[in-house]
């Protein structure tokens, strides 16, 4: 198995400009979840995926975030308008059924 | 929503000690991880415990459900041992929540 792979791997942006993030998951992982990670805190939960339904979305995940995963395979994030608050490390993970949930090595997003 | 605390928050050993780490959850839960973070943010999977005891090497941990916590234990450790240490948990629905984290130094 390969593990989860999430692309770009860093990515530096202007307020305002729209940015769009890729999570790969294992193959054959059913669940897909995206997290968000500030500087010092523990990572936080922003949406949840069983197959291609969004069955969760956090309240930290404002209208300015969409995610998708057409087809149950791998997922988009896409973060609308940026503002600085924005900056953190946006971290994918699957799993199967409630299990181990694998980690990605996230997406560095700083918004200048 | 469950609240997961870890202790404790930072913590400096001498290479070769042994040290315990500990995750207090206030819920009952369906899944708890131990993770470990590297300089590079990657999740470094260490245990899968919602109950019991598991060892892998110079690591091991348990959790007594009952009573709602977790350790995770070091012995001999290494310089490589440095870095963050997360517990998370999942209760009824499917997301983790993570402790805010020990931050372990393990000096030469």
């Known amino acids: 198995d390969t593990g989860v792979s999430q692309d770009p791997r860093h990515k530096i942006t202007k307020r305002g400009q729209n940015v769009t993030f890729r999570c790969d998951p294992i193959s054959e992982h059913n669940r897909l979840y995206w997290y968000r990670q500030t500087l010092g805190q523990g990572p936080e939960f922003l949406t949840y995926f069983q197959n291609e339904a969004q069955l969760e979305k956090s309240r930290l995940l404002s209208d300015r975030f969409s995610a998708e995963r057409p087809k149950g395979s791998f997922s988009t994030l896409e973060i609308q308008r940026t503002e600085q608050g924005d900056s953190a490390m946006y971290l994918c993970?699957?799993?199967?059924?409630?299990?181990?949930?694998?980690f990605g090595p996230g997406t560095r997003l700083t918004v200048l | 929503g469950i609240q997961v605390e870890q202790s404790p928050p930072d913590l400096i050993l001498q290479e070769g000690a042994n040290s315990t780490l500990r995750c207090n959850f206030s819920d009952s839960v369906n899944n708890l991880q131990w993770f470990h973070q590297n300089p590079w943010g990657q999740l470094i999977n260490l245990f899968y415990?919602?109950?019991g005891t598991k060892q892998n090497g110079r690591l091991s941990a348990t959790t007594v459900a009952t009573e709602r916590y977790s350790l995770l234990y070091i012995s001999s450790s290494q310089t490589t041992d440095s870095g963050v240490y997360f517990c998370a948990v999942g209760g009824s629905n499917y997301k983790l929540t993570f402790g805010k984290g020990t931050l372990l130094t393990v000096n030469p």
């Open positions: 415990i919602p109950s």
């Open positions: 993970a699957s799993s199967v059924k409630r299990d181990w949930q694998f």
